[in-house]
């Protein structure tokens, strides 16, 4: 079995692209056309990987690697194999997306791969806990059950997004009329009071003089700031590519009072469940951390979780070996040690990450409180210095009429 990519056409005219696997290239188009497609291009997918830069990629989205991984789940428990699984999806008529990232791995594992080795290649955006737990899931026999539980974690994870983005829609909604309106102001109503005061002789209030400075400066340089802008953002992120840059990057985020708790959290949270999965999958605890120590994208956690795998070797328990990876609250490692006590260490374990899943939630709810009120009195306080600017001389221009004389 060979995959195609395929550029075709609906009745309607409108453009499909996607990958399939087929024998050949003549089957590859009848199966085209039986999807009601007229084929303009079919060109055959280089065995092997590619150059990373040359190979084109089908990046799924949060939402769009949720629903894949949950139709996959309900193909597995239905003791489907992979590869039909896989096809099944494929060809369920959603995302073109997810048709195209399903058809590579298949076609993948068809060459010899494995499932977590394929959905990797695919470049799809899976990240790596998602792959390190398919991988455990394939080697234990417990694929099925593995990937509903990675289907229920994308699931929750996508709801709290969810939630946050909608609590900020509002806030975001009327700053930004405010600063739409705040913009009409500077250019179309000042101008006219500076026209008015030259007409008079009298000089402009403080305020409204440094605000016009501001607003016929940005008015002068916006292409310069622009790009100035652009060639910032991209030295930034060449600058996070160096091992040293970045370490000083991730200790200033960790160090900031509500977002370096957010961090810590989230890094917690992503292991622990990774380790959950994998002991549940029943792999060793050393397999586990190791499969673990991927998911973690901080340079400094990642020392310590290596730490930890050495810790084991050594013959160390987990609770203990675990005690050396700063990020695990000591809850945690305490709910793991009476899991070791109980012979019950994948519940404990993710217990244990369901008590810092509903930490890092109710961080997320108190920081979406507290931007609604913080966003407006930002927002307020420009919508002020406006205003001030605007009214100031004309309560001059009064005072000046109504004087005497």
């Known amino acids: 079995m060979t995959a195609f990519r395929y550029t075709a056409y609906t009745a309607s005219g409108q453009r499909r692209r996607g990958t399939l696997v087929a024998e050949?290239?003549?089957?590859?188009?009848?199966?085209?056309?039986?999807?009601g497609l007229f084929p303009a291009e079919i060109e055959a997918r280089a065995a092997g990987r590619r150059i990373a830069?040359?190979?084109?990629?089908?990046?799924?989205?949060?939402?769009e690697r949720a629903v894949f991984t949950r139709q996959l789940e309900v193909l597995l428990s239905a003791d489907i194999a992979v590869d039909m699984a896989l096809e099944t999806v494929s060809s369920s008529g959603g995302s073109q997306r997810i048709e195209a990232v399903a058809n590579a791995a298949r076609a993948a594992l068809?060459?010899?791969?494995?499932?977590?080795?394929?959905?990797?290649?695919?470049?799809?955006?899976?990240?790596?806990?998602?792959l390190a737990a398919i991988a455990a899931g394939e080697t234990s026999g417990e694929l099925a059950r593995v990937v509903n539980e990675l289907a229920h974690h994308l699931e929750t994870a996508g709801q709290d997004q969810s939630r946050l983005a909608t609590a900020l829609i509002y806030p975001a909604f009327v700053a930004a009329v405010s600063l739409v309106v705040c913009a009409i102001l500077v250019t179309s109503v000042a101008p006219q009071l500076v026209t008015m005061f030259e007409a008079t002789g009298q000089p402009l209030p403080g305020i409204t003089l440094r605000l016009l400075a501001v607003s016929d400066w940005l008015q002068a340089n916006w292409l310069a700031c622009l790009v100035a802008v652009i060639v910032a953002g991209t030295a930034a992120r060449l600058a996070l590519r160096?091992?040293?840059?970045?370490?000083r990057w991730d200790g200033f985020r960790l160090s900031l009072p509500i977002a370096g708790r957010l961090i810590r959290n989230a890094a917690a949270l992503q292991y622990l469940q990774t380790l959950a999965l994998v002991i549940s999958s029943r792999q060793t605890a050393l397999d586990a951390v190791r499969s673990a120590e991927r998911v973690l994208t901080i340079r400094r956690f990642q020392?310590?979780?290596?730490e930890v795998s050495v810790a084991l070797q050594r013959g160390e328990s987990l609770s203990r070996a675990l005690a050396q990876l700063t990020v695990i609250p000591p809850?945690?490692?305490?709910?793991?040690?009476?899991?070791?006590?109980?012979?019950?260490?994948?519940p404990m374990a993710d217990r244990a990450a369901r008590l810092v899943a509903s930490w890092l939630e109710n961080d997320r709810k108190r920081i979406a409180a507290l931007m609604?009120?913080?966003?407006?009195m930002i927002v307020g306080s420009f919508v002020l210095v406006v205003v001030l600017a605007i009214l100031l001389p004309i309560f001059d221009l009064q005072a000046m009429v109504a004087a005497p004389g």
Request: hydrophobic share 35%; proline share 7%.
């Open 303 to 306: 020392r310590e979780a290596a």
């Open 110 to 130: 068809q060459e010899g791969e494995s499932l977590s080795r394929a959905l990797g290649d695919s470049d799809a955006g899976f990240p790596p806990y998602f």
């Open 372 to 376: 609604d009120p913080l966003l407006m």
């Open 24 to 35: 050949t290239r003549t089957q590859a188009n009848d199966q085209l056309r039986a999807k």
């Open 331 to 346: 809850v945690c490692c305490q709910l793991i040690g009476a899991g070791e006590q109980s012979a019950r260490v994948a």
């Open 53 to 63: 830069f040359l190979r084109p990629r089908t990046v799924l989205s949060a939402d």
């Open 242 to 247: 160096v091992p040293r840059l970045r370490d």
